[in-house]
């Protein structure tokens, strides 16, 4: 797979700064578009009652930890795409596991 990305990659003439941006662009994108859509769903199966609602708890609980943790599960899929030196991949690897832990 990271072969055909490479080709790909090849067409467009891009250099390795601009591939790794458009990466974190689209996990950020990708993160918020999918928490949206959650929240969206989650609106419309809640109704508005007095009554005690899971959904809408969890919501309100969880609605900023997850503007942070889906995208950096994103982006943590996503880091084996970048074009960086191993070293300084190892070290952004385990930031990464650090801050979705912290999450």
Do not use: C
């Not at 250099?15 to 790794?20: K, L």
């Amino acid at each position: 797979m990271q072969q055909e990305l490479s080709e790909f990659l090849k067409q467009f003439h891009l250099p390795g700064y601009a591939w790794n941006l458009i990466i974190i662009a689209a996990a950020v994108l990708l993160g918020l578009t999918i928490k949206l859509l959650l929240h969206v769903s989650l609106r419309l199966k809640t109704k508005p009652t007095k009554k005690f609602s899971f959904f809408s708890t969890a919501l309100q609980q969880l609605g900023k930890p997850l503007n942070y943790f889906l995208p950096l599960l994103i982006f943590n899929m996503l880091l084996p795409f970048m074009q960086l030196y191993p070293a300084f991949l190892i070290r952004l690897d385990k930031l990464v596991e650090i801050a979705l832990i912290i999450t």
